[in-house]
């Protein structure tokens, strides 16, 4: 296995010369004190370093830490600055985050509405699995890891997923 502080030292050469990636990478080992003490703000300037360079999923790393405030002040409104580009180069993680505040009814702003119908399907889908999760997690959560109570796992759900959730838990 590599060594994570001979690691952190060729990201941080990598950072200094500009490379987005390695940026990304020594990011996240400030972010979770791997190779490196952890520092969060520091893990914060690097993601957004990297992110300003176009790499996707440190626009969606950093729009992420903008909503929870992890490394840095929260700001909903500079994270969807960030999420509509990488959601633009089709990154998952931003796909995720939007489809998390659209079920919670923020707006999305920073898309243009034919942006909007372009990704609504991937965001309405992932608000669908969402869904299907929370439900699977309030069935299997119960005394010896399953609930008796399945309807309250259903209560998430429309009649299309209920036969789905019946057959993974029951």
Known sequence: AAD????????EQGARAGSATSQWALAGQYLEGTGVPRDLPKGFALMEQAAKQGLAEAQASVAWMLLTGHGTKADSKAALRWLAPAARQGSAHAYSLLAQMYMRGEVVAPLAESELRAIRPA????????????????????????????DEGLLHLGNDDSGRLRRHVG
Do not use: E, I, M, Q
Not at 4 to 11: C, G, S
Not at 137 to 142: C, I, K, P, Q
């Open 4 to 11: 994570p502080t001979d690691a952190a030292r060729l990201f």
């Open 123 to 150: 965001v309405l889908k992932l608000a669908k699995l969402s869904d299907l999760a929370t439900a699977f997690l309030h069935v299997r959560n119960g005394p010896g890891g399953r609930s008796t109570n399945l």
